[in-house]
């Protein structure tokens, strides 16, 4: 190597290395209005392939600087009114989210979905209970653009080695 490189070389060894991008902004994407068409499986883990569709609006705001949202969920359709609530908080040690979703039927937080995003793509997981006996829960954020993302929600009744998808949102932007 010339001499002349030297000071190159010690200068490239010592600069940062660049670090991943910072999780607690994974959401930035989502805040906003979106027109939100839905499809929702009426009984799921029986065996029904009967769905129902619901057209509607998804609000997205930023708490805490990006670090939470707060989404709010109103659609209509043939099955009737849904409203749901769902807040999303960053947690800065396990550099993880926790989504906790509530409807408005209930007025109960569902344990959350814990997981972050990789490659353009979110999933999140948690176990719950379905009309009392232990399920797993697998919720997917895909297909995201500046203007459209794709929401999956699916069950398993087998630890995870299977999965049933319930719940179908597209989201598309409102300029």
């Not at 991008?21 to 994974?26: F, I, K």
């Not at 408005?104 to 009309?131: H, I, K, M, Q, Y």
Request: charged residues 20%; negative net charge.
């Amino acid at each position: 190597m010339s001499l002349a490189l030297v000071p190159l070389a010690i200068a490239l060894l010592a600069a940062p290395v660049p670090s991943a991008p910072d999780p607690q902004h994974d959401f930035d994407f989502e805040i906003g209005t979106w027109r939100t068409h839905l499809r929702r499986l009426v009984r799921p883990l029986t065996g029904s392939s009967t769905w129902v569709s619901y057209e509607g609006t998804t609000v997205v705001r930023k708490v805490w600087e990006g670090r939470a949202n707060l989404l709010e969920l109103a659609v209509e359709g043939p099955a009737g009114h849904l409203e749901g609530l769902s807040l999303r908080l960053y947690n800065p040690e396990s550099r993880q989210w926790s989504l906790n979703f509530s409807n408005s039927r209930t007025g109960a937080l569902s344990p959350p979905a814990v997981g972050g995003f990789a490659n353009g793509r979110g999933e999140f997981f948690s176990e719950e209970t379905l009309e009392g006996r232990p399920i797993s829960v697998r919720f997917v954020i895909s297909d995201i653009t500046a203007d459209s993302a794709r929401f999956e929600q699916a069950f398993s009744a087998d630890g995870g080695k299977s999965w049933e998808v319930n719940w179908i949102a597209t989201d598309t932007r409102v300029k």
